[in-house]
């Protein structure tokens, strides 16, 4: 186990040696609490666009179904006839420079991994730069557009927003409620008051604190021919070879246990670039990773090699709640 895995570990579950970050915690919390209030009080440079921007965020480290849940919103949008654009950081990507436009045929070295599952599988415009303001600017330049998706940036003061939804693991919650090092907050947990919605993925019904969503699987897709499989390809009890390099491998691989497989699992760090070679596993068995993996693997991957592809499944009060926001919004 890696040393950042034996961290979270520690966040989630606990461990008296936490104690001995908490210097570097309260350093961290003046830090980022001094840097809102200057957003606050307007002594920071924000750049607001001429159209409406929703940022989709996190407040923890790790996976929180945030790419799924902006593939969904996309796909709203454009039901009710709006042209979206997505920018993001493009985390881990090296484009030839920034800002970048990601288009469906680069790699995912380039372009990063999911920005570029987020154009593959959507279409839509998608710019990428650590100055996501400036992302946004180019993104209009080229692009007719009615509303802009923020791929994270809740911390990202220098872009404005009209709208912020925060997404939260329902299992894993917000673990110790400690900010960084000794947890696995962003800002500490009063942050939640501000924003304007949070999502509890894996929940079973809205309450109090926010709306539930979950990720259902719809299809296995094969990485070679794009051949698609209904969810019961394989048998009951069938072996695999599961690949997850996302925030929450656990939930990827409780996944398939629900789908009644008998997962192998193969958890890789967040972002991680594969080989052949270290996706060569024995015995040999199906393998199965998630999308987020197969778009950083098609060039090398063998037949047989398949995603297991998911959506999001917001609550119908969110849903609600999300086109009085939009009307609200919007012209």
Not at 97 to 115: C, I, K, L, M, T
Request: aromatic share 8%; net charge neutral; hydrophobic share 45%.
């Amino acid at each position: 186990m890696s040393l950042a895995d034996r961290l979270q570990r520690a966040w989630y579950e606990g461990h008296p040696a936490l104690v001995l970050l908490a210097p570097l915690e309260a350093l961290y919390r003046r830090v980022v609490t001094a840097k809102r209030n200057k957003f606050l009080a307007g002594a920071v440079e924000s750049y607001r666009a001429p159209i409406p921007v929703l940022v989709v965020g996190n407040i923890t480290v790790g996976g929180t179904g945030k790419t799924p849940l902006i593939l969904w919103l996309i796909d709203h949008c454009h039901r009710r006839g709006l042209r979206v654009g997505v920018v993001s950081r493009g985390y881990g990507a090296k484009p030839p420079s920034h800002p970048w436009r990601v288009r469906p045929e680069q790699s995912a070295a380039e372009a990063g991994d999911e920005p570029l599952l987020i154009a593959q599988r959507t279409g839509v415009p998608v710019m990428i730069d650590p100055d996501r303001a400036r992302a946004v600017r180019e993104l209009l330049k080229q692009e007719p557009l009615d509303l802009i998706l923020s791929d994270d940036g809740l911390q990202h003061y220098q872009l404005a927003r009209d709208l912020e939804l925060v997404l939260i693991d329902a299992a894993r919650g917000l673990g110790n409620r400690r900010c960084l090092p000794a947890g696995p907050l962003r800002e500490p947990a009063e942050r939640l008051e501000s924003v304007d919605a949070v999502l509890f993925n894996g929940a079973l019904s809205d309450s109090s604190e926010g709306f539930s969503f979950a990720l259902q699987p719809t299809r296995l897709i094969e990485l070679v021919s794009g051949q698609a499989w209904s969810l019961d390809h394989f048998p009951t009890g069938q072996h695999i070879h599961a690949v997850a390099g996302i925030g929450n491998p656990q939930r990827f691989f409780t996944t398939l246990e629900a789908l009644h497989w008998r997962p192998i699992p193969h958890p890789f760090a967040d972002h991680a670039r594969y080989s052949l070679d270290q996706l060569t596993f024995s015995p040999e068995l199906p393998l199965v990773m998630t999308e987020k993996d197969a778009v950083k693997c098609r060039a090398f991957a063998l037949p047989g090699w398949c995603y297991l592809q998911v959506q999001a499944e917001p609550s119908a009060a969110f849903v609600i709640w999300f086109d009085a926001q939009l009307d609200r919004l919007l012209p």
